[in-house]
């Protein structure tokens, strides 16, 4: 059974930054490409981030691009999204799964970027 657990989100003002983390078990971690999702009230998930298997290749949204990275740790099983310059309109719920979103959502972390 696939079990993803985000952490690391809360409060941050505009301009800060705030490391997310999502574990994962049950799957074979180090061959999933995986992905960093958000979701706003009243709008759709979104893909924001993805990274392949190894860690090599990163791929960003544009809303985000320049300002997040994601990494993996395969012998941890977590993916990470360092957030920085932060702004309002990225306040949200942040989600990771893989690249497609196979697998059943965990419960999220909450971002809010306000002053």
Not at 35 to 42: F, K, S, V
Not at 73 to 84: C, E, I
Request: net charge positive; with cysteine.
């Amino acid at each position: 059974q696939v079990q993803l657990v985000e952490s690391g989100g809360g409060l941050v003002q505009p301009g800060g930054s705030l490391r997310l983390s999502c574990a994962a078990s049950g799957i074979i971690f180090n061959l999933a490409g995986m992905g960093w999702y958000r979701q706003a009230p009243g709008k759709q998930r979104e893909l924001v981030a993805t990274i392949s298997s190894g860690g090599g290749t990163t791929n960003y949204a544009d809303s985000v691009k320049g300002r997040f990275t994601i990494s993996r740790d395969n012998a941890k099983s977590t993916v990470y999204l360092q957030m920085s310059s932060l702004k309002s309109e990225d306040t949200a719920v942040y989600y990771c799964n893989s690249v497609v979103g196979r697998w059943s959502w965990g419960q999220g972390t909450q971002v809010t970027v306000s002053s």
